[in-house]
């Protein structure tokens, strides 16, 4: 299966940003035929972006969508916006939304129904926090994510999960080798006795402070499908260095 870059720009990048940073992944890119590119900048800039990659095969997605499909939601965008945009894909779930928006399991799991009804490709997100970790809880943790914010009925092909542990997010520290391993296997294990054969083949990204000097590694992990990238995703050399990171053996 296709390894999948995805780029998680969270709240940066103004328009003339945005611009240059994207037309600077265009002029550096080669598409290949084992790796996809996604970058999902913030809601702001999916106009600009669509028009700029009108004409490449880098998709185009978004960090979050509403659980409604419209009406009086001030402040929020559905998921019909986002199709609209051009967007193929949509982040749900990620730990920033999760801890500081304080988004439940329930809701995530609504906005992954709206979503997948509206032709979206959801990333759900999942990963556990350092004091679980530290309590040797990790493994419940996710697999709890995963009971409650992906439900039974979910369209598995438009489906990837990312594991992302909250502690290495933005942190600099990055989960080893050893860890990424145990938990892409156990979520695997997961969606296959869940899901059966569709739930094993579903692909599942690392997140979390993936950079050039470590991207070739993880993405060479059994059952690391891609990675989910933030900081290193907002410069197109370092974007492109974690991409090209795919094809070295
Ligand atoms: P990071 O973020 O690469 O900056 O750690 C990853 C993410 O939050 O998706």
């Not at 050039?212 to 907002?234: C, K, Q, R, Y």
């Amino acid at each position: 299966m296709k390894k999948l870059i995805a780029g998680n720009w969270k709240m940066n990048k103004t328009t003339i940003e945005a611009k240059d940073l994207i037309q600077d992944i265009i002029a550096n890119y080669e598409a290949c035929q084992s790796a996809e590119i996604l970058i999902c900048p913030p809601f702001t800039q999916l106009y600009q972006a669509n028009e700029l990659l009108r004409e490449t095969n880098i998709r185009l997605g978004a960090q979050d969508c509403s659980n409604q499909e419209g009406g009086a939601y001030t402040g929020q965008i559905s998921a019909t916006m986002l199709k609209d945009l051009g967007c193929s894909h949509v982040i749900l779930g990620h730990s920033e939304r999760r801890s500081i928006i304080k988004e439940s399991d329930a809701l995530i799991a609504e906005k992954l129904k709206t979503a997948q009804g509206k032709g979206l490709h959801v990333i759900l997100c999942v990963g556990e926090e350092d004091k679980d970790r530290e309590a040797g809880k990790h493994k419940d943790i996710v697999q709890k994510q995963l009971d409650m914010s992906l439900p039974g009925d979910a369209i598995l092909d438009s489906l990837t999960i990312a594991y992302e542990p909250v502690w290495a997010i933005g942190t600099g520290k990055t989960a080893t080798s050893a860890d990424i391993s145990e938990m892409h296997g156990f979520i695997n294990k997961y969606l296959s006795e869940r899901f059966g054969e569709m739930g094993s083949r579903l692909r599942i990204l690392y997140g979390g402070s993936v950079k050039p000097t470590n991207a070739n590694e993880i993405l060479n992990i059994d059952h690391v499908g891609g990675a989910l990238v933030g900081g290193a995703s907002l410069n197109a050399d370092d974007f492109l260095a974690i991409y090209r990171g795919v094809f070295v053996n």
